[in-house]
Antibody, heavy 120, light 109 residues
Framework: QVQLQESGPGLVKPSQTLSLTCTVS??????????WSWIRQPPGKGLEWIGY???????YYNPSLKSRVTISVDTSKNQFSLKLSSVTAADTAVYYC????????????WGQGTLVTVSS | DIQMTQSPSSLSASVGDRVTITCQAS??????LNWYQQKPGKAPKLLIY???NLETGVPSRFSGSGSGTDFTFTISSLQPEDIATYYC???????????FGPGTKVDIK
């Protein structure tokens, strides 16, 4: 059973870069079983897929965020990370790390989520 | 980009009622359609994958059907613990993309 835990600052200033890390336990990022993904949810709103990284290092991002997003992986620590640059108040959301099964695109495992507020 | 619509946006039903939610894709997505339940303050939980397959451990009162562009999610007998928001989600692999529907909030009448 894969377990995921997000960590990072809960408050980011406008125009700065949001940085979050997801620590994986119960499974290996190097296994190839999942797309290691980030999904966010603004307060009171719906879910938005941000992007994913595969064990091979290949990444794919939501086109609406692509210019500002970088997802990377540290296999030695079994972690993957999200950087979102030039944030505005519209980026305030609960950020989830999650696993997506490549064959069906289903999100199998979710972290508990972490609220990131963009405010000066 | 594939767009997903869900209806209704909210509903109120009595315990024991049959509840049906529909999800429509803007183009053919075959059966690449999943359903999630989200309770307040919690991460979503996968209920149905590949349009009609029940995730392990999920009660059998939940079911899904459909293919192509039109999909249906059903709770055969609504229980108090089913109060939640339900989301459909499509998967497109060329290029890879994942889009959630806007959600349906289910309440007890």
């Amino acid at each position: 059973q894969v377990q995921l835990q997000e960590s990072g600052p809960g408050l980011v200033k406008p125009s700065q870069t949001l940085s979050l890390t997801c620590t994986v336990s119960g499974g290996s990022i190097s296994s190839g079983d999942y797309y290691w993904s980030w999904i966010r949810q603004p307060p009171g709103k719906g879910l938005e897929w941000i992007g994913y990284i595969y064990y091979s290092g290949s990444t794919y991002y939501n086109p609406s965020l692509k210019s500002r997003v970088t997802i990377s992986v540290d296999t030695s620590k079994n972690q993957f990370s999200l950087k979102l640059s030039s944030v505005t108040a519209a980026d305030t959301a609960v950020y989830y790390c999650a696993t997506i099964t490549p064959e069906s695109g289903r999100v199998d495992y979710w972290g508990q989520g972490t609220l990131v507020t963009v405010s000066s | 980009d594939i767009q997903m619509t869900q209806s209704p946006s909210s509903l109120s039903a009595s315990v024991g009622d049959r509840v049906t939610i529909t999800c429509q894709a803007s183009q053919d997505i075959s059966n690449y359609l999943n359903w999630y339940q989200q309770k307040p303050g919690k991460a979503p939980k996968l209920l149905i994958y590949d349009a009609s397959n029940l995730e392990t451990g999920v009660p059998s009162r939940f079911s899904g059907s459909g293919s192509g562009t039109d999909f249906t999610f059903t709770i055969s007998s609504l229980q108090p613990e089913d109060i939640a928001t339900y989301y459909c989600q499509q998967y497109d692999n060329l290029p890879p993309g994942f889009t959630f529907g806007p959600g349906t909030k289910v309440d007890i009448k």
